[in-house]
């Protein structure tokens, strides 16, 4: 997309090539970081057992917690990566911001495994009345 601050990319708005680009990024993030990848595979099982047998208001709540978090690790692992790449030595402030985006990628966690062990609670009850 063409950034007119800068005056660098390519003119016109495709919404295809965003789509592209985010499904990419997923998609690497999936295969090269295990903390995304586990959280996608563990949230796709438990939404698509909640989506069967609990109440579609459920399915969303996982849907939410699922995106907060695989956002959250996604932001992380972009901070982490420009900081490494901007010091290569160790450096206290880089530590420092690595630190405050693992919290901010760890809230989301506690968050999205509360919901992840309610709904799988629910679900067990359902299987086992």
């Not at 993030?29 to 939404?47: E, G, N, Q, T």
């Not at 989506?51 to 699922?66: E, G, M, N, Y």
Request: proline share 2%.
């Amino acid at each position: 997309m063409y950034n007119k601050f800068l005056g660098i990319g390519e003119k016109g708005y495709h919404p295809l090539r965003k789509i592209k680009v985010c499904l990419s990024g997923l998609r690497f993030a999936m295969r090269y970081d295990f903390s995304v990848a586990y959280k996608m595979y563990v949230s796709v099982v438990i939404l698509a057992l909640s989506f069967v047998l609990r109440p579609w208001v459920d399915s969303l709540l996982i849907v939410a917690a699922t995106c907060m978090v695989l956002i959250a690790e996604l932001f992380n692992s972009a901070i982490e990566a420009l900081c490494d790449f901007i010091e290569t030595n160790e450096n206290h402030k880089i530590m420092v911001i690595k630190d405050i985006s693992a919290a901010a990628a760890g809230v989301s966690i506690f968050f999205w495994a509360i919901v992840m062990i309610s709904e799988t609670c629910e679900l067990w009850q359902a299987f086992h009345p």
